[in-house]
């Protein structure tokens, strides 16, 4: 009795498209703008050192005053839907996932959204910060 791989698979990993393939034509965006992104999120992401395993958010810790956030604060930069006033919106935006939303004159301009919007995507999309918090798993104790 053999079960198809396709059966565990979800509608996004059972389709031949991207989620972000997906996202763009929902938004009615063209390929190139999706080459455009791809290739920007990616010299983003290398450019600001978000492309590896970090263990240096700031999750619970006090904001040093004299300290400005900065790649410590970024997990990484996407694409998704802008969110105003906590309501979503058809809206296609620059999406920076980041430990702690903070007010832009303690963040490090490069990391910035707006900058970043300027910088790597010449402006052509919004911009949104999605605030995370990294759960970490410990383990039990072995009793």
Do not use: C
């Not at 996202?23 to 965006?29: E, I, Y």
């Amino acid at each position: 009795m053999s079960t198809e791989r396709s059966q565990d698979r979800t509608p996004y990993q059972a389709s031949k498209e991207s989620i972000l393939q997906i996202l763009f034509k929902k938004f009615h965006l063209s390929n190139d703008d999706l080459t455009f992104f791809e290739q920007q999120r990616t010299e983003a992401n290398t450019v600001m050192g978000l492309d590896g395993v970090r263990d240096d958010f700031p999750n619970g810790q006090q904001l040093d005053e004299d300290k400005k956030l900065g790649r410590n604060n970024v997990y990484s930069v996407s694409f998704g839907h802008r969110k105003r006033e906590g309501q979503w919106t058809e809206e296609p935006a620059i999406i920076l996932f980041v430990a702690r939303k903070a007010p832009l004159e303690i963040v490090e301009k490069e990391f910035q959204a707006p900058e970043i919007a300027r910088k790597f995507f010449d402006n052509r999309f919004a911009t949104d910060v999605y605030e995370l918090k990294v759960v970490r798993a410990t383990p039990q104790d072995s009793k």
